[in-house]
């Protein structure tokens, strides 16, 4: 069974083709994939939706990859970005780096080698583990690769929102998560955020990993406890 919440990928990819085998493998990784032909209407979809990872190729109509990650970066969109792009000076490497990507990809690449780098990077928002696998309590294991939560060897179906949430909680365990931190995790700049489902979310994570998982912080937020 799988997670209700896939790692979300934007695709910024002008060839048609490439866009469609690109998305049609890591949907079938177990990823959910926008795939996005120009670079102002993947600038304003970054702006409005939240990502796991953007995959950027550089020379596309409208404002070009580089262009684009800089302009999030000043805005504080720390999200991970990967360049795509069949550059390969060490000019267009630097200034590639310099806008802010994670990594850089030449083309032509082996699909298998973007997702290895996709699963380093969507690992490395969680400190940094070098497994896939990370154990949240006794008998309940969190995948980083397929966002699944594993309890007692059966995979647990969680909402949208709650996949988020504990996605939030086990990047900033031990840390004091304040409530706006996660009202603005949760909901696009659309939706309405809701103390309210915050609480329902916080209940039924904590169904699964127990009252202690999650401490209330009177009048600051909730703190993640797992190890």
């Known amino acids: 069974m799988k997670i209700t919440h896939k790692a979300q990928l934007l695709l910024l990819e002008d060839d048609t083709n490439l866009s469609d085998t690109l998305c049609e493998f890591l949907d079938e990784q177990g990823y959910s994939v ?50 795509l792009t069949s550059l390969n000076s060490l000019e267009d490497l630097s200034i590639g780096y310099e806008s802010g990507c994670d990594d850089y990809i030449r083309k032509p690449f082996a699909l298998k080698e973007l997702l290895l780098r996709v699963q380093t990077l969507l690992r490395r928002e969680f400190f940094h583990e070098n497994s896939d696998l990370i154990t949240l309590a006794q008998n309940v294991n969190y995948d980083l690769v397929n966002n699944e939560l594993c309890v007692d060897g059966i995979t647990q179906r969680l909402q949208n929102k709650e996949a988020l949430l504990l996605k939030l909680f086990v990047q900033r365990r031990g840390e004091v998560v304040s409530h706006s931190v996660i009202l603005d995790a949760l909901w696009n700049y659309d939706e309405t955020p809701s103390e309210e489902a915050v609480r329902t979310y916080i209940k039924n994570l904590r169904k699964i990993l127990g009252k202690e998982a999650i401490i209330s912080v009177k009048k600051l937020g909730y703190k993640f406890t797992q190890e």
């Open 34 to 83: 926008v795939p996005i032909y120009d670079g102002d209407a993947a600038l304003d979809n970054a702006y409005e939706n939240r990502y796991d990872l953007l995959l950027l190729d550089v020379n596309v109509p409208g404002i070009n990859g580089f262009e684009l990650l800089q302009e999030l970066r000043a805005h504080g969109i720390k999200t991970p970005a990967i360049f």
